[in-house]
């Protein structure tokens, strides 16, 4: 979601959701990555096809500390 990139505003995962069952193929998530929250919400969506994200701002701005960010990432669902 390009409106959000850099922003911190917070994911737009159900939409990103959304594209990836209407296409079929994994997508990234990107723009708007603003706290762990964000990592969580996408994770909801991994069943739908959202086969990540990227976290740029928040990880430069400290909002997002990687370890934690991919330990989040790493869960598996159960």
Known sequence: DISRDGMLSGVNAEATA???RACGVPI???G???S???IRNVKKYEKDGIAGCIIGKA???G???LPDA???AATKEE
């Open 18 to 20: 959304a594209l990836a």
């Open 63 to 65: 909002a997002v500390n």
């Open 70 to 72: 991919l330990k989040i």
């Open 28 to 30: 990234i998530a990107s």
């Open 36 to 38: 762990l929250d964000d």
């Open 32 to 34: 708007g990555v603003a």
């Open 59 to 61: 990880i430069y701005t």
